[in-house]
Each structure stands twice: as structure tokens, then as C-alpha cells.
């Protein structure tokens, strides 16, 4: 070559920064994918109730759980406010915990009564996270804990009324064995 006319311009750096991008690009869909199939499991297979809903408890997603703990199609519940399946003695509590996510609040443990298909009531403990336009909630079956409590309450009552009439027989017995050495000397 005896002249050359035009440049050159040495494109190896731009070339490997780009093969790195395709390769980190590649990396982060690949954790994206694997994050979304864990969180995917988790939705399925997790016995807790999981809830999604707007600010104005309209329900945007359930899962499997949700609708096998309470028996709701998720067809029925889907696109319908949750505060309709609220008891109605729990509705003005519920309202003021919505509002406090409303305002950034994270709930750690809240409880209400959820109407289940059949028309009983569940009790659920409820942990719940906003974001920008949803509420995130986690809720756990405590109808059998909290009857389990009762019960225990009531055992304890009872004893307690059993050990009162005890006392009280014991305290008669004795009144009536003073009474009957006072009877004989007469």
C-alpha cells in the first residue's frame, strides 16, 4: 500500500464492552427468571393465605391457598373488595389498618375474622407491606389456636369453680363438725 486515504479508528474496547453488557444482561435475566419461578413456588405451595390488593381492598390477586382455606373460587373473589368477606364487627378495625398502609405503615400482626363460602368465620393473623399502589398481606389460620384458648380458658374457669366449691365444702364440713361437738356437750 502506498497511500491510504480514510481513517482508522480501533473499535476492539467498545467491541468486548459490549459482549460483557450481552453477557451481564444474559446473568440478570437468568436471576430474574429463577427469582420469579422461586417466588412462583413459594405463591403455590405456601399453606399461608397471600393477598394482593389496592388501596381500596379490591383483591388483584390470591393464592392457591386463599381460595382452599375459605373455599371461594378465586374467580369469586378476584376483582372484589376483600371487605365484603371482612365479619362486620371487624370492619371498622379493618379500615383503620388499610388506611395506616395507605400511608407507608407495614402491619407485623393484625387480626380480623374472614367470612369462609360456607358462611362461618375464620379467624386470620395477617402480616401485610405496601408499595406505591398495592398492599402485600400474608395471613395465617388461627381459628383452632384461639378456640384452642377458649377452651383452656373456660378448663381454667371451671377449676377454679371447682376449687371455690371445694373450699367451700371443706369450710362447711368443718363448721358443721364444730357445730355437732357443740351439739353433743349440750
Same mark, same amino acid.
Given at each position: ?10 473499535? %476492539? ?8 453488557? *450481552?453477557? +451481564? ?11 420469579? *419461578?422461586?417466588? !412462583? ?19 388483584? *390477586? ?26 362486620? !364487627? ?20 393484625? %387480626? ?18 405496601? !408499595? ?14 384461639? %378456640? *384452642?384458648?377458649?377452651?383452656? /380458658? /373456660? ?9 371455690? +366449691? ?21
Amino acid at each position: 500500500v502506498q497511500r491510504w486515504v480514510g481513517t482508522n479508528t480501533d473499535i %476492539e474496547d467498545q467491541k468486548l464492552a459490549s459482549l460483557l453488557l *450481552a453477557n +451481564m444482561n444474559d446473568m440478570l435475566s437468568n436471576e430474574i427468571r429463577q427469582r420469579t *419461578a422461586e417466588r !412462583d413456588r413459594m405463591w403455590v405451595l405456601s399453606t399461608d393465605l397471600m393477598l394482593v390488593a389496592d388501596f381500596n381492598s379490591i383483591i388483584e *390477586a390470591v393464592n392457591p391457598a386463599f381460595t382452599s382455606l375459605l373455599g371461594w373460587r378465586e374467580s369469586e373473589i378476584v376483582g372484589n373488595p376483600f371487605m365484603q368477606l371482612v365479619h362486620p !364487627d371487624d370492619v371498622a378495625a379493618t379500615i383503620n389498618e388499610v388506611a395506616g398502609l395507605a400511608t407507608g405503615k407495614t402491619t407485623f400482626r393484625f %387480626e380480623n375474622r374472614y367470612r369462609h363460602h360456607d358462611g362461618s368465620y375464620r379467624i386470620i393473623a395477617w402480616a401485610a407491606s405496601p !408499595d406505591e399502589a398495592h398492599i402485600h398481606a400474608v395471613g395465617r389460620d388461627v381459628t383452632a389456636d384461639r %378456640e *384452642a384458648q377458649e377452651a383452656m /380458658r /373456660r378448663t381454667e374457669q371451671a377449676l377454679q369453680q371447682s376449687q371455690k +366449691m371445694e373450699t367451700i365444702g371443706k369450710l362447711t364440713g368443718g363448721v358443721a363438725h364444730d357445730f355437732n361437738n357443740l351439739l353433743q356437750v349440750i
